[in-house]
Structures are given as structure tokens and as C-alpha cells.
């Protein structure tokens, strides 16, 4: 992390792992959904694994956005947890 400019996402979010780093050339949503953070490497168990750099989601007007799998994980979590539940706020996963 930069102590110079600590709001810079790019020093922020520095990352030994190639497939984290965000560009600093405009991507579209399409693009971001093709690039992978990790791909085809044993995990700690040795399964395969496969990790997009981002999340594609649809917000509920429609509008299609990509969130970062490390910069925006709290958001990701949120969008999980509004998945599990129903239009009557009853948890449906467990």
C-alpha cells in the first residue's frame, strides 16, 4: 500500500496473483466476465479450481454490474445473502 496515496484502488489492491490486479484500461462488463483470477490450480484439498476475477450480477433494475472478487467481497456476500431468501424474507438455502 502506498502511504503517498492510500485511495488509489491500484495500491491498494496489490496482488502477487496476476488474475486480481484490476486494469487500469476501462473493461466492459463482458471482458471482466472472461478474466480469471485463478485457473485450473489445485486448491489446499488438490481440487481443481477455477476463481473469476469477477462476480457478474444483476441488479433489480436490470442493469448488469461486476464486482471484484477481492475488492468488492463484502458486496458479493450481500448479494448471497439476498439470494437465500424468498420474496416472503424466509430463508430457502441453509
Do not use: C
Not at 457478474?56 to 448471497?80: N, Y
Amino acid at each position: 500500500m502506498s502511504i503517498d496515496k492510500p485511495n488509489e484502488t491500484k495500491d491498494i489492491f496489490r496482488s502477487a496473483n496476476p488474475g486480481d490486479r484490476i486494469s487500469d484500461e476501462p473493461q466492459t462488463i463482458e471482458e471482466k466476465a472472461q478474466q480469471l483470477a485463478v485457473d485450473h490450480v489445485p486448491d489446499i484439498t488438490g481440487d481443481i479450481v477455477t476463481v473469476p476475477t469477477y462476480v457478474i450480477v444483476e441488479e433489480p433494475d436490470g442493469e448488469k454490474k461486476a464486482l471484484h472478487h477481492v475488492k468488492d467481497a463484502e458486496e458479493i456476500s450481500d448479494v448471497i445473502r439476498q439470494a437465500r431468501v424468498d420474496e416472503n424474507g424466509e430463508r430457502i438455502w441453509d
